[in-house]
């Protein structure tokens, strides 16, 4: 049985996977614009090259690129190369393939946003939990309060004004990048110093912007479940206050977290791109931002295709794991 | 012999915004080992008050601001908190009311019973812990595998079941179960009772039982006391208290329980519980009595002993004390 799910989600898991990528195909091609013809053409108008050899250049791009094709075999090339993870070749960074880019930029995003959105989660849902736990001294359950505060400052703001004061004004951290300029990236722990201070004005607009939501709703969940019979019926046990918070209050307050945990880190890439943007960090989200803006679809395809299934490998995830965190969900 | 409970004068106020309300007052009470009384009255009488004021688990705005609840020979009310932590379960133990949802529902129940005896010093070895939790599953009449499922794998009956199990787990000299079968279908309620029985002649602990259901507590009991405004009316043996109940609230309440000669006939007790915040000055009783005298209005009667064994607080039975 237990066999038979994981397969089972897998199948669907593909599905999904296969349903986004077909989208992500069509889309662009309904409208009929063409990249390449765009690109050059533009090239063209500001006087790059003759007009008489763009459209030797274009057809040959075309070719290049597969786009003189019929469509339904440009369908097959395209699934059969997915099917290979092969996600081209970007078509302003060429002949960087989709994959390298992706690769560069991965441990970038990880580094920073992946990792606030853990400590986010960590910190919001203890000082949640801590916040709605009536036995808890009085100072600890207002910790929270300023980070509920900033919630309603956007994250960019923020970062915008920590730039502006600890990195302009006191020159206290480095204003962007993610190292400094002229150092050789390598595995010293020099290097990594260097690396951590650049994150740590980025991280902290991260962090201060999504901690108060998670108080937020941990609060919310904890007033209710502290109020169930079976966190009344430990104290009656004469467990100690600390076993009771951890086993019967946080355990079971924490469930619905864990999927919109899920759901935060899926969103990791599209949350931070403003921030990649303004610290000069080159993550997946410049990356996206970049081909956007030079009109690299190959890439963009790429790296919505890489969220997606990022995102719904998560959802796996959690599927799996959540039978494993409520044992009554079981099929 | 040494009563096995002793309350003294046990008063518990909640401070709310509209004033003081005393949840309990002056209660008095002595069980012996092995007795069974039944603790009745309407809904915000104080019954569950008591219930938590004996594991001193009033919660602020309520406060204990006087009496004591002597267990064998430990006062639990001077008790430290530390103390007071070891003492529930292992000297008063409580059955909880909504067995349905009083069981984590995301850990064993082991983990549950386990937790419990680590949390009290018995010098028990892991291994006996376990074997101990399993005992006690057996004693009510549960399997042993039970102690490996989940609370979502019983049914309520077996639910109730596993909190006894709990509740006696460290031998408890006072067991307070507070409405233990009021969600169970009436099969399932009596052999939870059965087992309350059958475990509490083992433990020789006395028990409190606070509900509602009069059937019951006529079946099950000993004793039964009547609340009536945080304050104990009447208490006597079940026999008197259901064929010649003696306070004016007692034999309303006796009165008010249909009968199969009167069916369809409902008789009730004239007007509502006054509420906690604002009562009638004397007897709380005294606006709703059907035997008031003038006396009622003024001073609160004693609780005292009117007959062998019987207790009362009403001026009608002021002189034969």
């Known amino acids: 049985m237990k066999i038979r799910k994981i397969i089972e989600r897998i199948f669907f898991f593909l599905l999904v996977v296969w349903a986004a990528s077909t989208i992500t195909f069509f889309i662009p091609r309904i409208s009929s614009r063409n990249p390449v013809r765009e690109r050059f053409g533009q090239l063209a108008r500001s006087g790059g090259f003759a007009p008489a050899d763009l459209e030797i250049i274009i057809e040959s791009f075309n070719q290049k690129f597969g786009l003189d094709l019929p469509l339904w075999e440009q369908y097959t090339n395209y699934v059969g190369s997915l099917a290979r993870l092969d996600l081209g070749v970007s078509m302003f960074q060429f002949p960087k393939t989709v994959g390298e880019l992706i690769n560069e930029s991965l441990p970038w995003t990880i580094g920073l946003l992946v990792t606030t959105t853990i400590l986010s989660f960590i910190i919001g849902n203890l000082m949640g939990a801590i916040a709605a736990w009536p036995k808890a001294p009085r100072w600890l359950r207002n910790l929270a309060m300023p980070f509920v505060l900033f919630m309603g400052v956007p994250p960019v703001l923020l970062a915008i004004f920590l730039l502006f004061f600890i990195a302009f004004r006191l020159k206290f951290l480095p204003l962007g990048g993610a190292y400094s300029i002229g150092t050789v990236p390598n595995l010293s722990l020099e290097f990594a110093l260097d690396v951590l201070k650049h994150q740590i004005l980025p991280a902290t607009a991260m962090i201060f912007g999504s901690v108060g939501g998670w108080v937020l709703s941990m609060r919310g969940m904890g007033i209710t479940i502290q109020g169930e019979d079976y966190v009344l019926f430990a104290e009656h046990k004469g467990l100690s206050g600390f076993t009771i918070f951890k086993d019967y209050y946080l355990r079971n307050a924490l469930l619905p977290q864990v999927t919109a945990f899920a759901l935060a880190l899926g969103n990791v890439v599209s949350s931070g791109i403003i921030i990649e943007q303004l610290f000069g960090l080159p993550g997946i989200g410049t990356l996206l931002h970049n081909a956007i803006k030079f009109n690299d679809f190959v890439v963009i395809y790429g790296v919505v295709l890489f969220i997606t299934i990022a995102i719904a490998a998560l959802m796996v995830f959690v599927e799996l794991l959540y039978p494993l965190l409520d044992p009554r969900i079981q099929d | 012999m040494e009563p096995a409970l002793k309350i003294n004068n046990l008063q518990v106020s909640y401070y709310t915004d509209a004033g003081r309300a005393r949840a309990l007052d002056g209660v008095n009470l002595t069980l012996n080992p092995g007795e069974k009384l039944g603790l009745v009255g309407e809904s915000g009488s104080g019954k569950s008050t008591m219930a938590l004021a004996m594991m001193r688990m009033i919660k602020p705005p309520g406060r204990i601001e006087g009496g004591e609840v002597i267990i064998g020979d430990v006062n639990l009310t001077t008790l430290s908190e530390e103390d007071m932590l070891k003492a529930r379960l292992s000297r008063i133990a409580y059955i909880p009311q909504g067995a349905m949802n009083s069981l984590n529902p995301v850990t064993r129940i082991g983990a549950q019973m386990v937790d419990a005896i680590k949390a009290h010093d018995t010098g028990m070895s892991k291994k006996e812990i376990i074997e101990k939790s399993m005992e006690s599953l057996e004693s009510v009449d549960l399997k042993r595998e039970v102690f490996k499922m989940y609370p979502h794998e019983l049914s309520g009956g077996m639910k109730q079941r596993v909190c006894i199990a709990i509740g006696i787990l460290l031998e408890p000299q006072v067991i307070v179960a507070d409405e233990p079968t009021s969600a169970l279908d009436v099969i399932t309620q009596r052999q939870v009772m059965e087992t309350i029985d059958k475990v509490q002649d083992k433990l020789g602990a006395a028990i409190i039982l606070i509900g509602h259901d009069m059937g019951l507590m006529a079946q099950f009991v000993d004793r039964v006391a009547v609340m009536y405004t945080g304050r104990l009316m009447e208490v006597s043996s079940v026999k008197d208290m259901f064929t010649r109940p003696k306070h004016p609230y007692a034999v309303d309440l006796i009165h008010s329980l249909p009968n199969l000669e009167n069916k369809g006939v409902f008789k009730g007790i004239p007007g509502v519980a006054p509420a906690l915040l ?44």
């Open chain 2, 278 to 321: 604002r009562l009638p000055s004397g007897c709380s009783f005294h606006p709703r009595c059907s035997q008031a005298i003038e006396i009622c209005q003024k001073d609160t009667p004693p609780y005292q002993e009117i007959e062998d064994n019987r207790f009362a607080a009403c001026h009608l039975f002021q002189e034969k004390a």
